[in-house]
């Protein structure tokens, strides 16, 4: 249900979008009786708004001509996420950024008040996110592209370049888009390869629409498929380690991509693959809970090796 200020709003930005409109039909947009819409003109009326009402059987409300809205009012938190925002996407991997911002934040602090103004701008001015590893777009044409298709449920026709420089073409049903790693990437039912795949935006060269639509499956998280695909990847080892902890605390002390977690009675087990045992010995000597290997032998032995290296150092 509405909260009454809220429908307040609603009748202020219905008569700013149609200019005109009767009390007939903003009654029945909001779901009230004239009364109740009358209470609402009302209240308008009383915090500044300059409304005009027509009477009679074709009567109308229009707000008076060249009635300009007061500076834009945000809380402290909405004040705080919006500078954030805006920080944050310069560094998301967009194309042309940095003008966007700005030119973003312009045209909002034109309609701030001076306090707030300076809120958003000491944000702006002081604070850092670390998200180098994000990488400079060519352009958002596939970005905007896929993220409308995959609102609508509308199949494409993609064309994409490998790392390897071989070109291909698909129909492919975007379910979702996921940034991970400073990279974007598409995830979806491809029709080539008749199942889940992903693909990075970077990489697409092409996206066109098709006269065909697809019903996404209930809840699907492209960021988690996207983070499970890369710690299944088929690699040269094999790993299992058994953690002496709860779910929620390996989750926090190792990375998604490490591999997979399953809560058992003994702890959380791991399932991971790897090409470099010498680098998951690393990952496991950092964490501040006991394990045990069960595979592969050899990640006991690099282990070993790397407490040795440790043992050697603290000596020195």
């Known amino acids: 249900m509405y909260h009454p200020t809220t429908r307040v709003l609603t009748v202020l930005e219905l008569l700013q979008t ?8 903003l009654a029945r947009r909001l779901q009230v009786d004239g009364r109740t819409l009358r209470r609402y003109i009302a209240r308008l009326e009383d915090i500044g708004v300059p409304i005009t009402a027509d009477r009679g059987r074709h009567g109308a409300y229009s707000l008076v001509a060249g009635f300009k809205l007061p500076p834009m009012m945000f809380t402290d938190d909405e004040a705080l996420a919006l500078s954030v925002g805006l920080l944050a996407a310069r560094s998301l991997g967009l194309a042309e950024a940095q003008p966007a911002v700005a030119s973003a934040q ?3 602090e034109r309609v701030m008040p001076a306090t707030l103004k300076r809120r958003v701008r000491a944000v702006d001015e002081t604070v850092t996110l670390d998200l ?3 990488a400079p777009a060519g352009d958002n044409t596939a970005l905007v592209a896929l993220s409308a298709t995959a609102q609508a449920q509308q199949r494409v026709h ?5 790392a390897q420089g071989e070109d291909s073409e698909r129909a492919f049903d975007p379910y979702g888009l996921a940034y991970r790693g400073g990279r974007w990437y598409v995830v979806g039912h491809c029709h080539l390869r008749l199942g889940l795949r992903s693909f990075r935006l970077d990489r697409v060269t092409s996206v066109q629409p098709l006269p065909a639509s697809f019903a996404r499956p209930e809840g699907f998280d492209a960021l988690g498929h996207l983070t499970f695909s890369v710690a299944t990847l088929p690699r040269t080892h094999a790993v299992e380690v058994l953690l ?4 929620a605390s390996a989750r926090s002390a190792l990375f998604e991509a ?13 399932h991971g693959r790897t090409d470099d045992l010498d680098w998951f010995a690393r990952e496991l000597a950092r964490l501040p809970f006991a394990f045990s290997i069960r595979q592969p032998t050899a990640l006991r032995t690099a282990l070993k090796a790397r407490a040795q290296r440790l ?4 000596k020195a």
Do not use: C, P, W
């Open 244 to 247: 002496d902890t709860d779910l």
């Open 311 to 314: 043992l050697e150092n603290a």
């Open 258 to 270: 490490i591999g997979t977690f399953e809560q058992t009675d003994a702890g959380v087990l791991l």
């Open 132 to 134: 180098t590893r994000a």
């Open 106 to 108: 312009a045209k909002l």
């Open 158 to 162: 993609l064309r994409y370049r490998s």
């Open 18 to 25: 149609h200019g005109r409109m009767s009390g007939a039909e």
